[in-house]
């Protein structure tokens, strides 16, 4: 027991030692305050929160989002398919593609995947 708790103390010394030399030696300059400003997406974040945000960016945002969380979703189907009958996982599996095609071809004809309007 002792011989942890000596290692525990000489470890806590040992990196207390580190962090005060590494915040002594660091160089910090004052006149470079824009570095240490929080950074947005590109947004000031000391001018008004209420300009104008693109809707066809959130658009396709949304849209990724949805197709990446189906891709997810059709992983696992990799693995299903030694645990199931091979006609279950085939109709399943066309089912849930053929959804996925249908609101493809639905967003492609209402225009919301063209980005230049």
Known sequence: M??????????????TIVMCLASLLSKKDYADREKSTP???GFDPKSSARLPFSLRF????VIFLIFDVEIALLLPLILLLNFT???WW???TLIF????LIGLYHEWTQGALNWAE
Not at 58 to 61: D, E, N, P, Q, T
Not at 97 to 100: G, K, N, R, T
């Open 2 to 15: 002792l011989i942890i708790s000596t290692l525990g103390i000489i470890l806590f010394l040992i990196t």
């Open 39 to 41: 950074f947005e997406c």
């Open 58 to 61: 959130f658009l396709i945002a």
């Open 85 to 87: 009958p091979a006609f």
């Open 90 to 92: 085939f109709y399943v």
């Open 97 to 100: 593609l053929v959804i996925l």
